[in-house]
C-alpha cells in the first residue's frame, strides 16, 4: 500500500483532505451485518480429542508486493495450515477475497500472470473502445488534464475510474453474485477501506463482494473512489493496512499476519516535493502497520526491498519471496498444521460452500443511467440473453459503453427476478461531468530560435439537443488565436446518420523559413460557417458531406513575401472521410489510419475560375516484438493542376514533415511525402506521470511541385527519445538531411 500511495500521492494531497487523527478511531461497517457474530465453523477431527484453535489471517496491502500473499497461502495449502478467517486490504484484500472463493494460489498465480497490468493501472478505457467522438477528443488533446463542470470546476476523482480492475473483480466473483454475508464463503472473509466521510476504517462484511473488493482497492488519486449512499470509500492503507484487529473480531483465536517489508528511507532520496510526499504518507501508514503487528501473534514477514508497488512484471519472484517468508516460519507455523485427514475434512467443508455454476440469464437489466439511455443499452446488450455468459464478449460491450464519455465505469453480476436469473448491468455515470473542459496546449521547437506555444481548452456538452447530441467549443490562445463550435447531433438515439453545423474563427501566424533561416511571416485570418450530413460506420470510421462559407485573409507581416497578400470570400463543397484503427491516439504501435478530403472551391480571394483541392494520409502501425514496432506514414495532395494564383495550398518541412527542413520550407499545388520509422519501449512511467518512454527513428522523403524546391530528393534522417506525458507527448531529438539540412528539434504536443 505504501507503494501504490506514493504513486498516487500528489493528487492525493494536493486535491483531497484527510484527517488522520480521526482514521485511528473505532472501525465501523458499511452494512448492516447479517447476524451478530461470525458463526464459528465446524470442527476437524484432530488425533487429540479437544478442538484445534481458529485461525485467523491478515493480509496486508502493497500494490504488486502485495502478490506476495500467493506463496504465502501456497505454502499454507502444502504444509496443510487451515485458515477459518481471512481479512486484507488493498492489494491483501484482492487476493485474500479470491483466495476466500475457492480459487487456489496456484489459479491466483496463473490469473495475475494473464492480466495486463500497464492497462489495469495505467488508466482510461483502451483506446480502440472509445467512441469515434472521444477518439477526436484524445487526438487533438493528448494528455489527462480533463476537468468536470457539473458541478463547479473539478478534478475527476482519479486517473484511472477502475473500470479494468472493476471487470477483472466481476468476472472472479460472478458466481457469488447472490451470496449477502461474506461469512458464508469458502472462507469466511472481511476487507477494509477508508471511508473519507467519517475518517474512519469500513470493514466490509456482507453486500456486493466485488464492490467491497474494488473499494479496498480504490488507491487515493489514482483509482476513482466508490460511493455509496452517504460514504465515499478509498484503499483501506490509510487506516488500517494489516487489519489483525478485523481477524480478532472475527473470532479467531491465533491471528497471523503477512507484513509485506520494504526499503527503509533514506535520507538523501527524501529531496523532492514528492519524495517528500510521499515520505510523509509512508509514515502514517507505517504507523497504523505497527498497531496492525501487535494484533498478531504470529508474523509472516516477507523481504520485499528489490521490489516497487509497480513490479506486476516481476509477479513470480514476488510470488515466490511469500513463499519463502513462510517456510522461514515453519517450526511455528507447522504447530498448527493438520494430518492427511484432517486437512481433507477441511478442505471438503471448503468446497461444500464454492460456487462454480453460472446460470444463463433470461433478461439483460440496466440500471444506473437515465430512462432513455438505459432502454438504449438494454438494446444494445439484448444479445447477452438467453445464452451463457461470454465475459470476453460481455466486457468488451461495456468498455465500449464507458468508451462514450458519460459512464466512469459499468460492472455486471448475476440477478433474480420473478423466479427469473438475469444479467444486472450497473451503469456509474461520472459525478463530476458532463460538461467537461479539456486543457492543453502545443510547444512547437521545430526552429530552435522562435518557439512557437499555444493554449486550448475544449468544452463539450452532452445532450443539449437530444440525446447522444454533442455541442463543444475549442478556445484557442497563442501562436493561433480563435475559437471553432460545431453541434454533432444523430437523426435518431440509435440512428448513424447525423448532421453537424458549424462555425469557427482564427487568426494564427504563418512563418516561412529556409533551413534555420525566416524568410517571411504572414497573419492567417480566417472565418467560416457551414454545416455537415455524416454517417458513422462504426467507432472507427466517419464520412461527411458538406459545405461551407467564409472569409479568408493573408498578409505579410515580416521579411519578402513568398507569395501574394489576398482577402476576399470563401465557399466550398466538401466531403472527408476518416478512418483510425489504431491502438493509441499518440504513439500508436499497431493498427492503421487514414484521412480523405475534398474541396471544390467555387469561390475563393483571387482567384476566377472554380478549383478543387485533394489530399490524403494513410498510416500503418506493426509490433514486431514486445517492445518494438515499425510505422510508415504517408501523404500526398493536389490541385489537379490548377492554381490558386499564388497562393500555395500543401507546405512541407518542419516537425514531422521533412524535420531537417525549415519551417514550411517547400510549398506548392501537389506533393507526395513519406515516413518510415523504428519505435522502441525504453521505460514506463509511473501512472501519475504518463505511459511510456520510447526511442524512435525515421527516414523520411518527399516532394513538392508547383512553387519551390529546394532540392530534387528532399530527404532526412531524424533520431529522438519520445515520452507520453502525462500533459502530452513530449519529443527531442535532431535530424540531419540533403543539402546541408541539419537541426535539433522539440515538441510537446502532437507527434504522428
Given amino acids: 500500500m ?72 501456497q505454502w499454507f495449502e502444502d504444509h496443510h495450515i487451515p485458515i477459518d478467517y481471512l481479512a486484507g486490504t488493498s492489494m491483501g484484500g484482492l487476493v485474500g477475497g479470491l483466495y476466500a472463493t475457492g480459487k487456489s494460489p496456484q489459479q491466483l498465480h496463473e490469473l495475475v500472470e494473464a492480466q495486463n497490468w500497464d492497462v489495469i493501472l495505467g488508466g482510461g478505457i483502451p483506446y480502440e473502445d472509445l467512441s469515434f467522438r472521444r477518439k477526436e477528443d484524445q487526438v487533438a488533446f493528448p494528455n489527462l488534464i480533463v476537468l468536470g463542470l457539473r458541478r463547479g470546476l473539478v478534478l475527476p476523482g482519479g486517473l484511472n475510474a477502475g473500470q479494468q480492475i472493476s471487470l477483472l473483480i466481476d468476472r472472479e466473483t460472478l458466481a457469488y453474485s447472490g451470496v449477502q454475508s461474506f ?96 515520505r510523509s504518507i509512508d509514515v502514517v501508514v507505517a504507523g497504523n502497520e505497527i498497531r496492525g503487528l501487535a494484533g498478531a501473534d504470529l508474523v509472516v514477514s516477507v523481504e520485499l526491498q528489490d521490489f516497487s508497488s509497480l513490479d506486476y512484471a516481476k509477479s513470480k519472484a514476488i510470488i515466490d519471496r511469500g513463499t519463502e517468508a513462510a517456510a522461514q516460519k515453519s517450526r511455528l507455523l507447522d504447530t498448527y498444521a493438520l494430518d492427511d485427514a484432517a486437512w481433507a475434512q477441511y478442505m471438503e467443508r471448503r468446497k461444500a460452500h464454492q460456487k462454480r455454476d453460472i446460470p444463463v440469464p433470461q433478461f439483460v437489466q440496466v440500471q444506473g443511467a437515465n430512462p432513455l439511455a438505459q432502454e438504449n443499452i438494454q ?119 447525423f448532421f453537424s453545423p458549424h462555425a469557427g474563427a482564427r487568426s494564427s501566424a504563418f512563418k516561412i523559413y529556409r533551413k534555420s533561416d525566416p524568410l517571411a511571416e504572414y497573419r492567417f485570418n480566417r472565418a467560416e460557417i457551414g454545416g455537415d450530413i455524416g454517417y458513422g460506420f462504426n467507432r472507427f470510421s466517419e ?50 489510419s487514414a484521412e480523405s478530403n475534398f474541396r471544390w472551391y ?50 512541407l518541412g518542419g516537425s514531422n514533415r521533412l524535420s531537417a527542413y525549415g519551417t514550411k520550407e517547400l510549398f506548392g499545388d501537389q506533393f507526395y511525402f513519406f515516413r518510415a520509422g523504428y519505435l522502441h519501449d525504453l521505460l514506463t512511467l509511473p501512472p501519475l506521470a504518463g505511459k511510456k518512454v520510447y526511442a524512435i527513428g525515421a527516414y523520411e522523403f518527399g516532394k513538392m511541385y508547383g512553387f519551390a524546391n529546394a532540392s530534387k530528393f528532399p530527404n532526412d534522417f531524424a533520431l529522438g527519445v519520445l515520452a507520453e506525458t502525462a500533459v502530452g507527448p513530449l519529443v527531442f531529438g535532431g535530424s540531419v538531411g540533403d543539402s546541408g539540412h541539419r537541426k535539433w528539434f522539440f515538441q510537446l504536443g502532437r507527434v504522428f
Fill in 379 to 497: 438494446r444494445f446488450l439484448r444479445s447477452q440473453a438467453g445464452k451463457p455468459i461470454d465475459t470476453r464478449q460481455l466486457e468488451g460491450l461495456l468498455t465500449r459503453l464507458t468508451g462514450v464519455g458519460r459512464y466512469d465505469t459499468a460492472g455486471y453480476q448475476i440477478t433474480q427476478r420473478n423466479g427469473q436469473n438475469g444479467l444486472l448491468v450497473t451503469m456509474h455515470e461520472k459525478l463530476y461531468a458532463p460538461p467537461t473542459l479539456q486543457l492543453g496546449f502545443e510547444v512547437d521547437g521545430s526552429e530552435s530560435n522562435d518557439v512557437d506555444f499555444t493554449l486550448a481548452t475544449r468544452l463539450t456538452f452532452l445532450d443539449v439537443a437530444g440525446y447522444r447530441s454533442e455541442w463543444r467549443t475549442d478556445f484557442i490562445f497563442g501562436n493561433t488565436y480563435g475559437v471553432e463550435s460545431e453541434l454533432y447531433r444523430p437523426f435518431s438515439p440509435a440512428g448513424k446518420w
Fill in 602 to 651: 467555387d469561390t475563393s480571394p483571387g482567384q476566377t475560375n472554380s478549383f478543387p483541392v485533394a489530399d490524403a494520409r494513410v498510416g500503418y502501425f506493426k509490433p514486431i516484438t514486445k517492445p518494438a514496432s515499425l510505422f510508415v506514414v504517408s501523404e500526398g495532395g493536389t490541385t489537379f493542376g490548377s492554381t490558386a494564383n499564388g497562393y500555395p495550398q500543401f507546405f
Fill in 543 to 592: 464520412i461527411r458531406f458538406g459545405y461551407e462559407v467564409g472569409t479568408l485573409e493573408a498578409r505579410l507581416r515580416l521579411g519578402t513575401a513568398e507569395f501574394s497578400s489576398l482577402s476576399g470570400r470563401t465557399g466550398a463543397t466538401r466531403f472527408r472521410w476518416l478512418l483510425d484503427h489504431t491502438d493509441d491516439p499518440v504513439v500508436p504501435r499497431r493498427g492503421v
Fill in 183 to 278: 461469512d458464508d464463503l469458502p472462507i469466511p472473509f472481511r476487507c477494509v477501506a477508508t471511508d473519507l466521510v467519517s475518517g474512519k476504517q469500513a470493514v466490509f462484511k456482507d453486500g456486493s463482494l466485488s464492490r467491497a473488493m474494488r473499494a479496498t482497492m480504490a488507491i487515493p488519486g489514482l483509482f476513482s473512489p466508490i460511493r455509496e449512499s452517504e460514504h465515499v470509500y478509498v484503499d483501506g492503507g490509510l487506516v488500517g493496512n494489516l487489519p489483525t484487529d478485523v481477524v480478532r473480531d472475527m473470532g479467531a483465536d491465533i491471528v497471523i499476519g503477512v507484513h509485506l517489508q520494504t526499503s527503509p528511507a533514506e535520507v538523501e532520496k527524501i529531496q523532492s516535493l514528492f519524495a517528500i510526499l510521499g
Fill in 2 to 73: 505504501r507503494g501504490s500511495l506514493q504513486a498516487a500521492i500528489f493528487v492525493l494531497l494536493i486535491f483531497s483532505s484527510f484527517s488522520f487523527c480521526a482514521a485511528q478511531e473505532t472501525p465501523v461497517s458499511p452494512a448492516s451485518p447479517v447476524s451478530s457474530s461470525t458463526p464459528a465453523p465446524p470442527e476437524e477431527t484432530n488425533p487429540a480429542s479437544k478442538p484445534r484453535p481458529k485461525i485467523g489471517v491478515a493480509l496486508e496491502g502493497g500494490g504488486a508486493l502485495g502478490l506476495a500473499h500467493i506463496g504465502v497461502l
